[in-house]
C-alpha cells in the first residue's frame, strides 16, 4: 500500500481534529477531537515504521521498533493526560456548572 | 484488488466518517461511542500493518478506559439535554476553513515530496511489531523512558486527585 495513502489518511483525521477543535464550544467534545489528532498521528508512525528500510546501510531486522515504542510512549502520555484533564473539567464544572469553553475564558473566578 | 486493499479501503472509510460523526453529533455521549468506532478502524489498520501489540492497547487503553473515562465524566454531569449553547455559525465557518486549510497544505506537501512517491508501507509481512521484540527493545534500549513514564503516571494519578478532591 502506498505511504502517501497513509499520509493522506491521517492529515485528514488530523484536521477534522483541528476543524473540531475550533469549531465546537463544548470542552469535553475539544478534548476528543485532541485524542484524535494523537491516534492520526500514532496512525502515521506505524505506517512509517513499516517502510522499506533499504537506504539505511546498517538497518537491521528490528528497524522500525523504535517508531511503535514511540507510539506506544504516546499511548502512555495520552492517558496520564487524559486522567488530570477530566479531573480539571469536573472541578471547573463543580464551580461553574458549565463546560462552554466560552464562560471558561478566564482562569481566575 | 486483494482482501487486503479491500479492508484498507473499508477501515479507512469507516474511520473518517466516524471521525466526521465525532463532530456532527449533538449529543456528547454519541460522538463518544463514534470515537469508539474511530479506534477500532484505526486498530484494525494497526493490524493490517502487523503492528499486533499496538492494536491490542490501542484497544485496551484507548477503546476500554480512556473512553469509558469520557462516558463516566459525560454520565456525572448529565449533559445530555445539552446541546451547543451558543449557535455561532461564524466560528464554525472560520474553524472548517481553517482545517481545509491545514489541510490541503499537508496533503500537497506529501504529494509534491519525491522522496516518499514510490514508497510503500507493507502490509501482513515483518515481524517488528510482535510483543517479543517490541518488549525486547523497551526493556533495554527504552528502560529508562519507561520507567520515567511510571513516574508521570505516579504524578498524573496525585494530581488527578489532588484536583477532583472537594475542598
Known amino acids: 500500500m502506498p505511504i502517501q495513502y497513509y499520509i493522506t489518511l491521517a492529515s485528514i483525521l488530523f484536521c477534522i481534529g483541528v476543524t473540531g477543535a475550533l469549531t465546537r464550544r463544548n470542552a469535553i467534545i475539544i478534548f476528543m477531537c485532541i485524542e484524535l489528532m494523537l491516534n492520526a498521528v500514532n496512525l502515521l508512525l506505524v505506517a512509517f515504521s513499516k517502510m522499506p528500510f533499504a537506504v539505511l546501510p546498517n538497518s537491521t531486522a528490528a528497524a522500525g521498533t523504535d517508531a511503535q515504542l514511540f507510539v506506544f510512549f504516546i499511548m502512555v502520555v495520552a492517558a496520564a493526560e487524559v486522567s488530570v484533564g477530566l479531573a480539571i473539567i469536573v472541578m471547573m464544572y463543580r464551580n461553574v456548572h458549565s463546560i462552554d469553553v466560552n464562560f471558561l475564558n478566564r482562569l481566575k473566578n | 484488488m486483494d482482501i487486503i486493499h479491500i479492508l484498507f479501503w473499508c477501515l479507512s472509510a469507516l ?3 466516524a471521525a466526521i460523526m465525532v463532530l ?4 456528547p455521549v454519541h460522538s463518544v461511542l463514534w470515537l469508539i468506532v474511530v479506534f477500532f478502524a484505526i486498530s484494525g489498520h494497526y493490524i ?4 499486533q501489540f499496538l492494536a491490542i492497547v490501542n484497544l485496551i487503553v484507548y477503546a476500554g478506559a480512556i473512553m469509558v473515562l469520557f462516558l463516566f465524566v459525560i454520565m456525572l454531569m448529565n449533559l445530555n439535554a445539552e446541546a451547543d449553547p451558543q449557535k455561532n455559525s461564524w466560528m464554525k465557518i472560520i474553524g472548517v476553513v481553517t482545517g ?6 499537508l ?6 515530496s519525491s522522496d516518499i512517491a514510490s514508497k510503500t508501507a507493507t502490509l501482513k509481512v515483518g515481524d517488528i511489531g510482535l510483543i517479543q521484540n517490541l518488549g525486547k527493545t523497551l526493556f533495554t534500549d527504552y528502560a529508562v523512558p519507561f520507567e520515567i513514564s511510571s513516574v508521570l503516571f505516579l504524578s498524573a494519578m496525585v494530581g488527578a486527585v489532588v484536583i477532583g478532591k472537594k475542598d
Open chain 2, 107 to 112: 496533503v500537497s506537501a506529501a504529494r509534491s
Open chain 2, 15 to 17: 474511520a473518517l466518517f
Open chain 2, 24 to 27: 456532527v453529533s449533538k449529543n
Open chain 2, 100 to 105: 481545509g486549510l491545514l489541510l490541503t497544505m
Open chain 2, 48 to 51: 493490517l500493518l502487523n503492528a
